[in-house]
C-alpha cells in the first residue's frame, strides 16, 4: 500500500497504522456505533464498505507520472522513512481494478471437447457475463442486508442469483449471448 506516501504528500495530517481485517472490522463497528470519525484506505466493492455510510476521500487522479514514482513494492518492508514516502508525484489515488470474469478450466474443456451440437453454452456464457463494480455492491449490499452468521455462504449465493435474475433480463441476455 502507498498509504505513507499519499498521507504525507497530501498533507493528510494522520500517522499511519497497520491493522488486521478482524481489527479493521471492530473499529468500523465501534466507529459507527459511537458516531465516530474514523479514516482508513480500503477497496472497493466489499461488503464491509457496504454495512456503513462511508464517504471516499478523493486523491490525485492517478497518471502514469504517479504510478512510476510511487515507491517500490520491494521496499514495503523498509524501515527507512524517506523510501517509505518517495515523492509527491507518488501520492495520487489507487488505479481503478477492471473485474475479471474467471471460469475453471475445466468448464472450458468440457465444453469445447464435446461436439457442437452436444456443447452447452454454459462455457460461452460465463465468459461473456460482464460485471461492473456498481452491480457487484449491489450484490454486497443484497447479502448484507440478508446474512446471519449461521448462513452467510448460503446468503451470499441467494444475492447473486438474485441479482442475475433481477438483471439479465430477456433484452440483456440476446445482447451480451451471442449464438457461437
Known amino acids: 500500500a502507498y498509504t505513507d506516501q499519499q498521507i504525507y504528500w497530501n498533507d493528510i495530517p494522520l500517522e499511519p497504522k497497520s491493522y488486521?481485517?478482524?481489527?479493521?472490522?471492530?473499529i468500523f463497528?465501534?466507529?459507527?456505533?459511537?458516531?465516530s470519525p474514523i479514516i482508513h484506505p480500503w477497496f472497493h466493492p466489499d461488503s464491509l464498505v457496504e454495512q456503513y455510510d462511508l464517504r471516499k476521500i478523493t486523491l490525485p487522479e492517478i497518471t502514469r507520472d504517479c504510478?512510476?514514482?510511487r515507491f517500490k513494492i520491494a521496499d514495503r518492508c523498509t524501515t527507512n522513512r524517506t523510501e517509505l514516502l518517495g515523492t509527491a508525484l507518488g501520492s495520487c489515488d489507487y488505479p481503478v481494478q477492471i473485474l475479471e470474469t474467471i471460469v475453471a478450466k475445466s468448464v472450458k474443456e468440457d465444453s469445447l471437447s464435446a461436439s457442437e451440437e452436444l456443447r452447452s453454452p454454459a462455457y460461452e456464457t460465463l465468459r461473456r457475463i460482464q460485471i461492473n463494480d456498481l452491480e457487484v455492491t449491489d450484490m454486497l449490499a443484497k447479502w448484507v442486508r440478508t446474512r446471519t452468521?449461521?448462513?452467510?455462504?448460503?446468503?451470499?449465493?441467494?444475492?447473486?442469483?438474485?441479482?442475475l435474475k433481477e438483471s439479465f433480463n430477456a433484452t440483456d441476455r440476446a445482447r451480451s449471448i451471442k449464438r457461437f
Open 20 to 26: 488486521t481485517y478482524n481489527e479493521i472490522q471492530q
Open 29 to 35: 463497528k465501534a466507529a459507527n456505533a459511537t458516531k
Open 67 to 69: 504510478r512510476d514514482n
Open 149 to 163: 452468521k449461521e448462513t452467510t455462504g448460503h446468503h451470499a449465493r441467494q444475492a447473486a442469483c438474485s441479482w
